[in-house]
C-alpha cells in the first residue's frame, strides 16, 4: 500500500471523500491520513506538504559543495544561506525590505537550514536532499554550485513536487531546456554574461581578434562557451582558433596550455570554474602565455583574485553577480555587507550575495501568499512582481522562472592599486538584465505541470 506521503496527484478530493463514505460502517480512516489527504483550503497533499509546514518549525535542505573543486566557492554559498536564515527568523530590517510582511520567522514557524556535502555531484546532491525530504519533510531545496547538480535537482524538485532554488548555476540550460515549474534561479548565466562582457571586449581590444577557449566539460562550460563565442563571433569578427575542453577536477593543464600555445591565439578566454579556473590560471601564467596573452574570464569565480593572486588578474575583464564595493551604490547591498562582516569577519563574495537574495525572494513569496502550498508560491513567483536586490530592482519571468537581473562587469586591480586586501576588482558598468536576455522560448523551456 501506499503511503499519504506518495498519494498520486491524480486522487481528488470528491474522490478520496467517497472512497472515505463508502469504508465509513466498516474502517475508519485514521487521523493523520485524514489530515494530510485534505489540508487546509481543501487542497490535496503535495510534495512533502502540509507535513512538512504542520509543526513550529519548517526546514530548507542545502546540497552543497564543501568539498572537491568547487568547495571554497561553496563555503561562501552556505554563509549566505545561514546569514538569510537567521534574518528570517529575527525580522531582520534588511530581511524586511525584501519581505515586508516578515515577522519573526515565516507564516509563524522557525526556519531551519539543513546542509549537506555535495561535492559537486549530482547524485550525491541529490540522495542528500532526499534524506532531508525522508527524515524533515523539507519544505524548499536549494545548493548547486555545478550547473551539473542544478540540472539534477531541478528534475528532481519537479518529481518530487518540492520547490527548489538553485545556487550558483551558470548554464543556459538551467532555465532553459532542463527548466522546471518548482526550479528558479536568481543568478546570471551564460547568455547574459556574454552579452554583458561581449561589447566591452570588441570595444577595449578591437574586432577580428583570436581567441582560445578553455572549457569544462558539462552543461555550463558548454553553454557559456557558445554564447561568449556566438556574442564575439557575430559582433566583433572574433576567431575560436581552439577551444581546449578539460574534465571537471583537472590538476594538470598542460597539454591544453600547450595547444593553446600552438594556436596562434592573441586571447585566452577562460570558462573555467573553481580550482579547476585558479589552476588554469596559475599554469598559463608558469607557461608563459598571459601576460603576452590577454587573460578573459566570462564568468567569473568567486574569491578568484584572492586565491591566484591579485597580480595574475591585474586589468583582466570578468562578469559577476556582485562585487562588494557596490555598497557605494545600492542601499541594501550595504547593509547586506555590514551584517555580514558583523556575523562572519569576512566580505561577501557573490555566492552569498546569490544564496542570501534567493532566500529573501523566497521568503517574500511565501508571506505574500500566506502559504507554504507550493503552486500558490510558485504562482506568486509568475505574477513577474518587481522585487528588490542587492543591485536594483529585479523580477521572475514567469515563463522559464529566471531571474531578470543586471550582470556586474568589473576589471581587475593592479596590486599597488588595492585600497585594502580585498580590493580586488573595480566595477567597470552594472549592465541592464532584460535587453541581454534571450526570448523565454529560445533555449527550449517548458515548464511542467504543477501538480
Same mark, same amino acid.
Given at each position: 500500500?501506499?503511503?499519504?506521503?506518495?498519494?498520486?496527484?491524480?486522487?481528488?478530493?470528491?474522490?478520496?471523500?467517497?472512497?472515505?463514505?463508502?469504508?465509513?460502517?466498516?474502517?475508519?480512516?485514521?487521523?493523520?491520513?485524514?489530515?494530510?489527504?485534505?489540508?487546509?483550503?481543501?487542497?490535496?497533499? =503535495?510534495?512533502?506538504?502540509?507535513?512538512? #509546514?504542520?509543526?513550529?518549525?519548517?526546514?530548507?535542505?542545502?546540497?552543497? @559543495?564543501?568539498?572537491? @573543486?568547487?568547495? &571554497?566557492?561553496?563555503?561562501?554559498?552556505?554563509?549566505?544561506?545561514?546569514?538569510?536564515?537567521?534574518?528570517?527568523?529575527?525580522?531582520?530590517?534588511? +530581511?524586511?525590505?525584501?519581505?515586508?510582511?516578515?515577522?519573526?520567522?515565516?507564516?509563524?514557524?522557525?526556519?531551519?537550514?539543513?546542509?549537506?556535502?555535495?561535492?559537486?555531484? @549530482?547524485?550525491?546532491?541529490?540522495?542528500?536532499?532526499?534524506?532531508? =525530504?525522508?527524515?524533515?519533510?523539507?519544505?524548499?531545496? $536549494?545548493?548547486?554550485?555545478?550547473?551539473? &547538480?542544478? &540540472?539534477?535537482?531541478?528534475?528532481?524538485?519537479?518529481?518530487?513536487?518540492?520547490?527548489?532554488?538553485?545556487?550558483?548555476?551558470?548554464?543556459?540550460? $538551467? *532555465?532553459?531546456?532542463?527548466?522546471?515549474?518548482?526550479?528558479?534561479?536568481?543568478?546570471?548565466?551564460?547568455? *547574459?554574461?556574454?552579452?554583458?562582457?561581449?561589447?566591452?571586449?570588441?570595444?577595449?581590444? !578591437?574586432?577580428?581578434?583570436?581567441?582560445?577557449?578553455?572549457?569544462?566539460?558539462?552543461?555550463?562550460?558548454?553553454?557559456?562557451?557558445?554564447?561568449?563565442?556566438?556574442?564575439?563571433?557575430?559582433? !566583433?569578427?572574433?576567431? +575560436?582558433?581552439?577551444?581546449?575542453?578539460?574534465?571537471?577536477?583537472?590538476?594538470?593543464?598542460?597539454?591544453?596550455?600547450?595547444?593553446?600555445?600552438?594556436?596562434?591565439?592573441?586571447? =585566452?578566454?577562460? &570558462?573555467?570554474?573553481?580550482?579547476?579556473?585558479?589552476? #588554469?590560471?596559475?599554469?598559463?601564467?608558469?607557461?608563459?602565455?598571459?601576460?603576452?596573452?590577454?587573460?578573459?574570464?566570462?564568468?567569473?569565480?568567486?574569491?578568484?583574485?584572492?586565491?591566484?593572486?591579485?597580480?595574475?588578474?591585474?586589468?583582466?575583464?570578468?562578469?559577476?553577480?556582485?562585487?562588494?564595493?557596490?555598497?557605494?551604490?545600492?542601499?541594501?547591498?550595504?547593509?547586506?555587507?555590514?551584517?555580514?562582516?558583523?556575523?562572519?569577519?569576512?566580505?561577501?563574495?557573490?555566492?552569498?550575495?546569490?544564496?542570501?537574495?534567493?532566500?529573501?525572494?523566497?521568503?517574500? +513569496?511565501?508571506?505574500?501568499?500566506?502559504?507554504?502550498? @507550493?503552486?500558490?508560491? =510558485?504562482?506568486?513567483?509568475?505574477?513577474?512582481?518587481?522585487?528588490?536586490?542587492?543591485?536594483?530592482?529585479?523580477?521572475?519571468?514567469?515563463?522559464?522562472?529566471?531571474?531578470?537581473?543586471?550582470?556586474?562587469?568589473?576589471? !581587475?586591480?593592479?596590486?599597488?592599486?588595492?585600497?585594502?586586501?580585498?580590493?580586488?576588482?573595480?566595477?567597470?558598468?552594472?549592465?541592464?538584465?532584460?535587453?541581454?536576455?534571450?526570448?523565454?522560448?529560445?533555449?527550449?523551456?517548458?515548464? !511542467?505541470?504543477?501538480?
Amino acid at each position: 500500500m501506499q503511503s499519504d506521503d506518495q498519494m498520486p496527484a491524480y486522487l481528488s478530493r470528491r474522490s478520496l471523500l467517497q472512497a472515505g463514505a463508502a469504508l465509513a460502517g466498516s474502517v475508519a480512516l485514521p487521523a493523520s491520513f485524514t489530515r494530510r489527504a485534505f489540508a487546509a483550503d481543501d487542497k490535496p497533499a =503535495i510534495g512533502t506538504w502540509p507535513a512538512g #509546514s504542520e509543526g513550529d518549525t519548517v526546514y530548507i535542505g542545502a546540497a552543497v @559543495p564543501l568539498t572537491g @573543486p568547487y568547495a &571554497v566557492q561553496g563555503a561562501d554559498e552556505l554563509k549566505g544561506w545561514q546569514l538569510a536564515v537567521e534574518h528570517i527568523n529575527n525580522g531582520h530590517e534588511l +530581511m524586511k525590505a525584501f519581505a515586508p510582511k516578515l515577522d519573526k520567522g515565516l507564516l509563524g514557524k522557525k526556519v531551519e537550514l539543513l546542509s549537506a556535502d555535495s561535492a559537486a555531484k @549530482p547524485n550525491q546532491a541529490v540522495e542528500a536532499e532526499q534524506n532531508f =525530504i525522508n527524515k524533515n519533510k523539507i519544505i524548499l531545496m $536549494t545548493g548547486s554550485t555545478s550547473s551539473a &547538480v542544478a &540540472v539534477a535537482l531541478n528534475k528532481f524538485a519537479q518529481r518530487e513536487k518540492i520547490l527548489y532554488l538553485a545556487g550558483i548555476s551558470g548554464s543556459n540550460d $538551467t *532555465t532553459g531546456k532542463d527548466c522546471v515549474r518548482y526550479g528558479f534561479r536568481q543568478n546570471f548565466y551564460g547568455q *547574459t554574461a556574454a552579452n554583458a562582457i561581449g561589447p566591452i571586449l570588441v570595444k577595449t581590444y !578591437g574586432k577580428g581578434k583570436k581567441a582560445a577557449f578553455m572549457t569544462p566539460d558539462y552543461t555550463y562550460g558548454h553553454t557559456v562557451t557558445k554564447s561568449v563565442n556566438d556574442y564575439l563571433t557575430s559582433e !566583433g569578427g572574433w576567431e +575560436m582558433v581552439t577551444n581546449q575542453v578539460s574534465p571537471l577536477g583537472t590538476q594538470d593543464f598542460s597539454q591544453y596550455l600547450t595547444n593553446i600555445a600552438n594556436s596562434g591565439a592573441e586571447f =585566452i578566454v577562460n &570558462v573555467n570554474w573553481g580550482r579547476d579556473a585558479v589552476l #588554469s590560471i596559475q599554469q598559463a601564467k608558469q607557461f608563459g602565455l598571459t601576460p603576452q596573452m590577454k587573460m578573459v574570464i566570462p564568468y567569473q569565480i568567486p574569491f578568484l583574485a584572492k586565491e591566484v593572486g591579485p597580480e595574475l588578474t591585474a586589468g583582466v575583464f570578468a562578469a559577476t553577480d556582485f562585487w562588494w564595493t557596490l555598497e557605494d551604490r545600492y542601499p541594501l547591498a550595504k547593509q547586506f555587507v555590514e551584517a555580514f562582516q558583523q556575523k562572519f569577519k569576512d566580505r561577501p563574495e557573490w555566492g552569498a550575495e546569490n544564496s542570501y537574495v534567493s532566500f529573501a525572494h523566497w521568503a517574500r +513569496m511565501v508571506s505574500e501568499a500566506g502559504s507554504f502550498y @507550493p503552486p500558490d508560491v =510558485i504562482k506568486q513567483y509568475e505574477k513577474g512582481e518587481t522585487l528588490p536586490s542587492l543591485v536594483g530592482d529585479v523580477h521572475y519571468r514567469p515563463e522559464d522562472h529566471q531571474c531578470v537581473r543586471p550582470v556586474v562587469i568589473v576589471q !581587475g586591480k593592479d596590486p599597488k592599486d588595492m585600497k585594502n586586501n580585498e580590493d580586488y576588482w573595480n566595477v567597470i558598468e552594472v549592465v541592464e538584465g532584460a535587453p541581454l536576455m534571450q526570448k523565454p522560448d529560445a533555449f527550449g523551456c517548458s515548464l !511542467g505541470d504543477y501538480t
